[in-house]
């Protein structure tokens, strides 16, 4: 299989339909028997603090879903960047064959002036 170039990465990234930050996680309370839970919420950082969100029970479905576009789209930036460092790296390599270096010479030496 060979891989994919930088417009189909990027046609793939732009497909996404949703995506979320964040992580989701189920809890109960056990002080409350016969609740109905489990409850979900969504915690992330933002702005450098941690933010939690409670998620309704018919909203899960979709926030694991953008969160499956967010780790889609995560993985896909990463092969995009690892393309574009790879290219770079040979158009780099590639310069300096264009260019002649110069090559070092060494002093001559002085004779002895005895």
Excluded: C
Excluded at 9 to 21: D, S, T, W
């Amino acid at each position: 299989m060979s891989q994919p170039d930088k417009q189909q990465i990027l046609g793939q990234i732009a497909a996404i339909p949703a995506m979320e930050r964040g992580k989701l996680s189920a809890y109960s309370f056990e002080d409350r028997p016969g609740a109905a839970g489990p409850y979900h919420r969504l915690q992330r950082w933002e702005n450098g603090k941690n933010q939690t969100r409670h998620i309704p029970a018919e909203e899960v479905p979709a926030v694991q879903a953008a969160l499956a576009g967010y780790a889609q789209f995560q993985q896909l930036t990463g092969q995009y960047a690892d393309l574009v460092v790879a290219e770079t790296r040979q158009q780099i390599a590639g310069s300096k064959k264009n260019f002649p270096r110069h090559q070092s010479f060494s002093p001559k030496k002085r004779k002895s002036s005895n």
